[in-house]
């Protein structure tokens, strides 16, 4: 029953631009924080950026602050990240996360990851 589907990866030039989309169902899209995590052949997973449930705050890597921007609609049970300026170094799958914290204990769901690869 829960889902999180990422879409919109794909091959890219430098400097060119990606919006990815991840798309929840299962669960109560709204009492969730979103990330977008990262990881490249050989190296470990990374956080690349996160949103509060509300959408009221959000927090980046600094390898991509200035260049990428997480947004979501709630109304859509949606997160996006869009990509700009991409480099080589951000070529990598892109996985949706989405993270409650509770009294009892905390939920976590992953999705499949997206491929992005950015190539002359």
């Known amino acids: 029953q829960v889902q999180l589907v990422e879409s919109g990866g794909g091959l890219v030039q430098p400097g060119g631009s990606l919006r990815l989309s991840c798309a929840a169902s299962g669960f109560t899209f709204g009492w969730y924080a979103m990330s977008w995590y990262r990881q490249a052949p050989g190296k470990e997973r990374e956080l690349v950026a996160a949103?509060?449930?509300?959408?009221?705050?959000?927090n980046y890597a600094d390898s991509v602050k200035g260049r990428f921007t997480i947004s979501r609609d709630n109304a859509k049970n949606t997160v996006y990240l869009q990509m700009n300026s991409l480099k080589p170094e951000d070529t990598a799958v892109y996985y949706c996360?989405?993270?409650?914290?509770?009294?009892?204990?905390?939920?976590?769901?992953w999705g499949q990851g997206t491929q992005v690869t950015v190539s002359s």
């Open positions: 949103i509060t449930s509300g959408g009221g705050s959000t």
């Open positions: 996360n989405a993270k409650k914290t509770g009294f009892v204990k905390e939920y976590e769901y």
